[in-house]
């Protein structure tokens, strides 16, 4: 059995993927450190210190949790003072550096990363019925790309632009897929006023089940994580979830109301 681990182990997302994959994967978990714990421990005095010593913590849990493992998930964003609402937290876009880093020195085979539909700006397309949106063009081909909903938005784009610079920089057997998430709930249903970006639980699962058994497909990868939710007002879904994967969503959150 393959061991998939998950950062942001106690998230909605996390939850999401161990019910849904527990008997495919042997999977684990794991809580990112908090610059607390250093600012709490050590004795370090001036802001370079005080980030060179959270760097150090961060890099070092996170290679004694990598370390023989097929395949991470990495989940874990301090959402309280960032999320598509507001605010800015410089050191999620830090941990994200350090995911990056560890788990290609660990060598794991698949590198996934969780992206957030807000990494395109969807508030007037959701509005009407026309083409998908593809994530095209997206940083493999223009390093600005679309606009974002929010500066939690931009924090999600530089975590896909880091993939295309670390994805130089894998292994031959090493893989990175950056997933723009839609909405991922606790109790599976999907709420009416969001059913357009609706993850459900089995096609969260599927795509990352699909990512880690697949052999062929390229070193680096951006793909949207929604369903396929489409009906009433709207006969196309919002997004376009093509990945290489071979993997295609099967919910549909207008069925559900």
């Known amino acids: 059995m393959k061991s998939l681990l998950l950062t942001g182990a106690n998230g909605t997302v996390a939850y999401a993927l161990k019910k849904e994959l527990s008997g495919t994967y042997d999977i684990s978990g ?36 990598f ?25 999620n876009i830090l941990v994200v550096d350090c ?9 794991v085979s698949r590198i996934y990363l969780a992206s957030s539909v807000h990494a395109y700006d969807f508030d007037e397309a959701i509005k009407e019925d026309r083409q998908p949106i593809t994530p095209f063009p997206d940083t493999r081909e223009d390093a600005f790309g679309a606009p974002t909903t929010s500066l939690y938005g931009v ?11 670390y994805a130089k920089r894998l292994q031959a057997e090493q893989k990175i897929l950056v997933v723009r998430l839609g909405a991922v709930g606790r109790d599976e249903k999907p709420h009416r006023g969001d059913s357009r970006l609706w993850d459900s639980h089995a096609d969260l699962a599927g795509l990352l089940s699909a990512f880690i ?14 369903s396929d939710n489409h009906g009433g007002d709207y006969r196309r879904p919002l997004f376009d979830a093509t990945n290489p994967y071979g993997f295609k969503p099967a919910d549909n959150a207008q069925t559900e109301f």
């Open 30 to 65: 794991m809580s990112i450190p908090r610059m607390d714990e250093v600012l709490r421990d050590l004795k370090a005095t001036t802001w370079k210190e005080q980030l060179d010593a959270y760097r150090e913590k961060v890099m070092g849990a996170l290679l004694r949790a």
């Open 213 to 226: 058994e697949n052999k062929d497909g390229p070193s680096y990868w951006v793909a949207f994580g929604v």
């Open 99 to 107: 995911v990056y880093q560890a788990a290609i020195e660990a060598r």
């Open 155 to 165: 924090s999600k784009r530089w975590m896909e632009i880091a993939g295309q610079f």
């Open 67 to 91: 370390e023989g493992k097929d395949a991470i998930a990495h989940l874990g964003w301090n959402t309280d003072d960032e999320n598509y609402k507001g605010g800015l937290d410089p050191l």
